[in-house]
């Protein structure tokens, strides 16, 4: 985790317990509704975002 902080690289936090402690930044980890998560990245503030799952069609 250290080296990704020290990279400055994006993450992308879903739901997680609160005593984990910060991950990336001042990322503090929250409980999110499903399909909800903090988008991190070295330009823009932290967001909230919603992801979506397409399956892969069948055939």
């Known amino acids: 985790m250290q ?3 020290n990279l400055g ?3 992308l936090t879903l739901s997680c317990d609160r005593g984990e402690g910060p991950l990336l ?3 503090t980890p ?9 988008l991190t ?3 823009k503030p932290e967001r909230r975002v919603q992801l979506a799952y ?3 069609p069948t055939g």
Do not use: H, W
């Not at 929250?30 to 903090?38: I, N, W």
């Open 54 to 56: 397409l399956p892969a």
């Open 25 to 27: 930044g001042s990322v």
């Open 3 to 5: 080296s990704l902080r």
């Open 30 to 38: 929250v409980g999110q509704p499903p399909g909800r998560a903090s």
């Open 9 to 11: 690289a994006s993450a």
């Open 41 to 43: 990245t070295r330009r």
